[in-house]
């Protein structure tokens, strides 16, 4: 049973072979547990197992969850070769393509990695402020007043708005409407299920054709807007002087000095819309949830959005995040042997940290099942217990990005809208594809709106 182990680490503690113990039921009662009632699962697990316990769900295998902070800082400091995210996210591989940073692993993943990190270094952020506040106005300028809306659908615009016009670039309202009708057709939530299915039905071809030929053509669609949109941008005389990530992405070379090929770009772009849209709506839509249940947080945020400042409305999104994790975990598939929580899980197995359960644990968020946002107004918190973007080498690129834009929209309702809540009890968390959302989608109504603030005409993207 035990055994000595050459772990990552020193090679003297004495493991346990085998996986750390799990719920007894048959996989399929797991699976389904783990689609319908992922939240209750989780919770009974760690009732009964503690921090790490195995679970298993059909087409992922034998999984391991830790919440463990220990284990997390071991599964996000393990070398590329070890542990292999982008293996994990395969299944995404159909809509964001194969030269994706979310699907690749080891050298080139590293190689798109730092490709993509600068556009998004979090001083940059600044200069897109104006532009994320004016795509919030003029959502707000189309929403009904007195009569109740969905917020998600609402904050998923503003989301892909902000995407298509900070990360593309695309200023043309025309063209911007195209893009988004093409990526709609292609909708994530909807393929996303399919995809899971496909190991079984690709045994079946005619099945096969039938339920995957119109995501093909929508992807080819959308792939040629997209190669068009490229060359049409590398032909404009200010293509250097544009400081959109697109942009900004295709003046980028890696440490041999090549620039990233059209492929790549193609992919690279799909991936900040499908990672970086529905995420951060249905953060947002967690977060007026959240804030507008308690009317004393809901008016500080718009004291101190009049005033100019932000730490307060940082602090609230930071605790919406812990308390509604848009992912509930990130996975890893284990290549080389690795040791978690006393045990040596063997390569074929994957690790998983539990960002919704490090979230409700207790030594890490005393009372944390209360609404706290002043756990966070104080410094940073801490990157092995507070995960809503993963952690280690595949951190989430867009988090800076993000948690600038929920601020600035945020900010931007708050000052000119009275908007409230129309439902009397608080939203379920339900499986959204991958994500975990509101069940309702948060409806919401408003009376009175605010002129939008007359700013200073925005800079050029480019030029701060
Ligand atoms: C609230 C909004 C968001 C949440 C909760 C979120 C969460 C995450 C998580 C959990 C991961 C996986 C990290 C890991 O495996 O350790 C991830 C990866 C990623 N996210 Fe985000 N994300 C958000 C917004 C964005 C935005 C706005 C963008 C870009 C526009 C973006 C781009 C990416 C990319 C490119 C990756 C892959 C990183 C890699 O594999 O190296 N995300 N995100």
């Not at 998923?156 to 708005?161: R, V």
């Not at 669609?221 to 992405?249: I, K, T």
């Not at 008016?299 to 930071?318: C, F, L, N, P, T």
């Not at 990130?330 to 690795?338: C, F, G, L, M, T």
Request: with cysteine; proline share 7%.
């Amino acid at each position: 049973m035990a055994a000595m182990f050459d772990s990552q680490s020193t090679p003297t503690v004495e493991l346990k072979e085998g996986l750390p113990p799990g719920l007894p039921w048959p996989a399929l009662v797991q699976t389904l547990f783990w689609v319908f009632r992922p939240v209750q699962m989780l919770r009974i697990a760690r009732k009964r197992y503690g921090d790490t316990f195995s679970a298993h769900l059909l087409g992922l295998g034998r999984i391991v969850m830790t919440a463990d902070p220990e284990e997390i800082r071991r599964v996000f400091a393990a070398p590329a070769d070890r542990l292999h995210a982008g293996e994990a996210n395969m299944v995404l591989s159909p809509i964001v393509g194969q030269h994706s940073v979310l699907v690749l692993d080891e050298e080139r993943h590293m190689r798109q990695r730092k490709l993509l990190l600068p556009p998004f270094h979090g001083e940059r952020m600044r200069a897109w402020v104006d532009e994320m506040e004016s795509i919030t106005d003029e959502a707000i300028d189309t929403w009904p007043r007195g009569e109740a809306f969905k917020l998600r659908d609402q904050t998923q615009a503003i989301t892909m708005d902000i995407i298509l016009r900070v990360v593309f670039g695309i200023t043309d309202h025309a063209r911007r409407r195209e893009f988004r009708d093409r990526m709609n057709a292609l909708e994530p939530n909807i393929w996303f299920r399919k995809f899971a299915l496909a190991p079984l039905i690709q045994k079946i071809p005619r099945m096969e054709r039938r339920m995957f030929d119109d995501f093909r053509r929508a992807k080819a669609d959308f792939d040629a807007l997209m190669l068009e949109e490229l060359n049409d941008r590398r032909a404009q005389p200010d293509a250097a002087e544009r400081g959109d990530v697109l942009s900004l992405l295709l003046q980028a070379a890696d440490d041999e000095g090549a620039p990233m090929t059209d492929d790549e770009l193609r992919d690279e772009l799909v991936t900040l819309v499908v990672a970086g849209h529905e995420t951060t709506a249905t953060a947002l839509a967690w977060t007026f949830e959240l804030m507008l249940r308690r009317p004393e947080v809901w008016e500080r945020v718009r004291e101190e959005a009049e005033a100019g400042e932000s730490a307060y409305v940082d602090a609230v999104i930071k605790e919406s995040l812990r308390m509604r994790p848009i992912l509930p975990l990130v996975a890893r598939v284990i290549k080389e042997p690795i040791e978690i929580a006393g045990y040596r899980l063997r390569p074929g197995n994957t690790v998983t940290p539990s960002i919704y359960l490090s979230h409700y644990r207790e030594a890490n968020y005393p009372d944390a099942e209360s609404f706290i946002p002043e756990r966070f107004i104080e410094g940073q918190p801490e990157g092995s217990t507070w995960l809503p973007f993963g952690g280690g080498i595949r951190r989430c690129i867009g988090a800076s990005f993000a948690l600038y834009e929920m601020r600035v929209v945020i900010q931007t309702i708050a000052r000119r809208t009275d908007i409230r809540l129309t439902r009397d009890v608080e939203e379920p968390i339900v499986r959204r594809a991958i994500t975990f959302a509101p069940g309702n989608d948060v409806p919401v109504a408003i009376d009175n709106v605010k002129p939008a603030r007359t700013r200073e005409p925005a800079p050029a993207m480019g030029s701060s």
